[in-house]
């Protein structure tokens, strides 16, 4: 059966996308931007242009722990998308709004509890932020200063630099075994081109999330720098590679991820229909119901 879930519908339907961004946001000049130019964005992801540098800072701004849910995917992919066809911008950096997390990775209640549909509309935004991220024309930071498992940890490990907050409680890693679950094949992938084999079968089956220091030890991120100096370094990292003419830059970039990309690009709808088998099954469910009752019971 072939599935012919997609995100229009959705998308079209409940976003107004680049409306401004409501409240303190709206209207204020960008940082370091002059004071010509205006932040702008959706309801979860702030933008703030620099167009002076070719630069877009994008804050996710998914309170409280930036989870990866539909709504927000799918703004996420608008900005990206926005930034992409905008010839102003040549990199952008991603960071968290949210105090203390980056992304709390995958948002489980669109996992559990759902229908088939839902879970593969669900799977294919998934898919998509990350082969819009991983393919990106722009040179992408993450500016990472916050937790960041799971997903959160695949949306770091597809930018092209990671710049880490030098704060034990900001742990990153692909965590999904200690859920019950099962990183999927192309999120494996990301994680060995980054760490090499021996390091991602351990991490992966363990489910490490790595503090900051274990975490460059390993070289799942690039730098790690004190908390006051994250979006700075960034910064700086990104005037190196914005050094680098982008077509050469753009092509060696292509080269070199193409290949892992295609992998889920040849398999698109197995890969979803894989992913709905998997979490409609009954025990798959009862871990994510356990692995949420301890999330709710650690506050209590
Ligand atoms: C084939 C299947 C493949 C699937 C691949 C899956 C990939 C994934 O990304 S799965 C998600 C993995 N994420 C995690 O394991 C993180 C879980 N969260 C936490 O560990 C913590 O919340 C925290 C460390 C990120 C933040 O801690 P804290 O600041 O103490 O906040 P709370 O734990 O109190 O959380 C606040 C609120 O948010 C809910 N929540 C947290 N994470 C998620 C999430 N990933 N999805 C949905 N909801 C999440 C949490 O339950 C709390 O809710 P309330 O009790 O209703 O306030």
């Known amino acids: 059966m072939a599935l012919t879930v997609g995100l229009r519908p959705l998308t079209r339907a409940l976003l107004r996308p680049w409306a401004r961004v409501p409240g303190a946001a709206l209207g204020r000049p960008a940082a370091g931007s002059g004071d010509g130019v205006r932040c702008f964005g959706s309801p979860r992801v702030l933008v703030e242009p620099d167009p002076a540098a070719g630069v877009a800072v ?13 709504e927000f995917l799918t703004e996420l992919l608008i900005s990206l998308e926005k930034l992409e066809n905008d010839k102003t911008f040549r990199g952008i950096i991603i960071t968290s709004d949210c105090p203390g997390i980056f992304s709390a990775g995958l948002d489980l209640l669109e996992m559990y509890g759902r229908d088939p549909a839902h879970c593969a ?33 695949l949306l770091s490990l597809s930018c092209d630099y990671r710049v880490l907050a030098n704060n034990p409680k900001y742990a990153i890693g692909l965590n999904e075994t200690l859920l019950g679950i099962i990183a999927p094949f192309w999120f494996k992938d990301v994680l060995v081109n980054t760490i090499g084999h021996r ?35 960034a910064r700086s990292v990104m005037a190196q590679w914005l050094a680098i003419p982008d077509h050469a830059r753009q092509l060696t970039k292509n080269l070199v991820r193409k290949p892992t990309a295609d992998r889920l690009l040849q398999q698109r709808d197995a890969d979803i229909q894989n992913f709905v088998r998997f979490i409609s099954r009954d025990s798959i469910q009862k871990s994510l119901h356990v692995y949420l009752e301890k999330l709710k019971q650690k506050k209590g």
């Open 58 to 70: 994008m804050k996710m701004r998914n309170p409280p722990v930036n989870s990866l849910s539909l």
């Open 121 to 153: 509309e669900y799977w294919k935004a998934v898919q998509e932020l990350w082969l819009r991220v991983y393919l990106s024309n722009l040179v992408v930071i993450g500016a990472i200063n916050g937790i960041s498992p799971a997903g959160g940890c």
């Open 199 to 233: 390091a991602a079968e351990r991490a992966l089956q363990l489910g490490f999330l790595f503090p900051p220091s274990d975490a460059l030890q390993v070289g799942i991120v690039d730098q790690v720098v004190p908390e006051d100096q994250v979006q700075s370094t």
